[in-house]
Structures are given as C-alpha cells and as structure tokens.
C-alpha cells in the first residue's frame, strides 16, 4: 500500500548520542518535510526538502541534520541528542504545488535521557 | 512571517453540541488555508482545505470552515459534535496561489477538543 512510513515508532536514547529517524514516501513526491510535536508548541519545521539534493532549514533547525539522497526517502539525524529534544517527529510529504496538502506519517516518539 | 492563530486550548463540549474553532492568520499575500485533525495518538489528518473560490468549504466528517479574508479569518465548524469527534485540531496556513510552487505550512499551536456523553 502506498504511503509514508517512518521509523522506529518509538526511541530512546542517552544525551550525546546520535540518532537517525527514517522516513520512506512510495507517492514520489517532490516536498518532504519533518516536523516536531511539542504540548504547547504545536508543529514546528525542522528541515524540508523540494527534490532530491535540494534541503532548507525551517523554524527550529538547530542540532539535526537532513540528506536526501534520493526522492523517497529523508532522513533526519541528531548529531548529538539533547533532552531537548525530546518529542514527537512527524515526517510529511507533498507534491510541489502550493496548495497540496501534507501526507504525514504516524510520527516517531523520541525520548533524550 | 507568516504566522497562525489559535484562540482556544482546550475546548469541551457536550454532544449534539455546535463546535466553533478560532483560527487567525497572518500573512500578506495568496493564502492556502488548512485544518487538520489529529485523533488520540495517531497523525495528522486532512479535515479540510480552502485555496479559492467559494470561501465557504466542506471537509469530511461534517466539518466545515469559512474563508473571511477581511478578518484574515478561516474558522472551523460542526453543528453537531459527537464523542467520536474528541481530538486536536490545527489550522494551518502556507502562501501561493494556483500556479505557485510549494511552501512550507505554518501550523497553529492546536486545539484540544474534548466531547462528553
């Protein structure tokens, strides 16, 4: 079945540590986006990407790192977690018109001890 | 910046009960306007999208919204709740009409919805 799938569902991991979430998209869509679910914060862009090769940073881009290698799939990596960063990640994707809306997959539960 | 308006945290309601969400952007230009449902621990969903013509638009599950761009306003309606309908919901908003290149959402801070038997 089509769709985005992202993985672990859920992670835990010490202070210091890298950590990479994956994200795969099957509808070769050219946007890929991640957010972060914070109580109180709502979503919030990290990265997006508009093709292959192609990233931005969005509102909170500090301590992540993104690639995109290849069009169905977009990685984000934090170098160095921080209990901070602790949260839930949403990837998305879309295709490239303005007003396509989001697909988002079921989201990642990251907790920094 | 762009930037979304929620004005209710948590609302609750009764069922049978009319929902009215709030919901303020801010931003100059052509506007595409969302909202989003999320039930309890699952993602994100499309409730509803108004990009233009009529500015009165149907989403699923009997929800509805208004465009009133004087107001800068996209308000999100149901005329009767039910219990299935508890969740959190997010208006969001990106720039760039029909034949625009996408942009990035900007999401509300959400609003919790709780409906009581």
């Known amino acids: 079945d089509a769709g985005i799938t992202q993985s672990p569902r859920y992670k835990i991991t010490e202070t210091g540590r890298q950590v990479t979430l994956m994200c795969h998209q099957t509808?070769?869509?050219?946007?890929m986006f991640w957010y972060r679910q914070d109580l109180g914060h709502g979503l919030r862009l990290i990265y997006y990407s508009a093709a292959a090769d192609i990233t931005d940073k969005g509102e909170v881009p500090d301590g992540y790192v993104v690639s995109r290698s290849k069009t169905e799939n977009f990685p984000l990596t934090l170098e160095s977690a921080t209990r901070s960063q602790t949260s839930v990640y949403f990837c998305?994707?879309?295709?490239?018109?303005?007003?396509?809306?989001?697909?988002f997959g079921n989201g990642t539960r990251l907790t920094v001890t | 910046a762009q930037s979304v308006s929620q004005h209710n945290h948590h609302v609750i309601l009764s069922e049978a009960a009319s929902l009215e969400l709030g919901c303020n952007y801010s931003?100059?230009?052509?506007?595409?306007l969302f909202w989003y449902v999320q039930y309890p621990g699952q993602h994100l969903q499309l409730l509803l999208k108004y990009f233009s013509g009529d500015p009165l638009v149907k989403g699923i599950k009997g929800f509805e919204a208004e465009f009133i761009k004087s107001k800068f306003s996209f308000n999100l309606r149901k005329p009767s709740v039910q219990w299935s309908d508890t969740a959190e919901y997010f208006c969001?908003?990106?720039?760039?009409?029909?034949?625009?290149?996408?942009?990035?959402?900007?999401f509300g801070k959400g609003t919790r919805l709780s409906v009581i038997a």
């Open positions: 509808w070769s869509h050219s946007y």
């Open positions: 998305a994707s879309a295709t490239d018109r303005a007003n396509s809306p989001l697909h």
């Open positions: 931003y100059g230009g052509t506007v595409n």
């Open positions: 969001a908003v990106n720039g760039g009409g029909l034949n625009s290149g996408n942009t990035p959402l900007v």
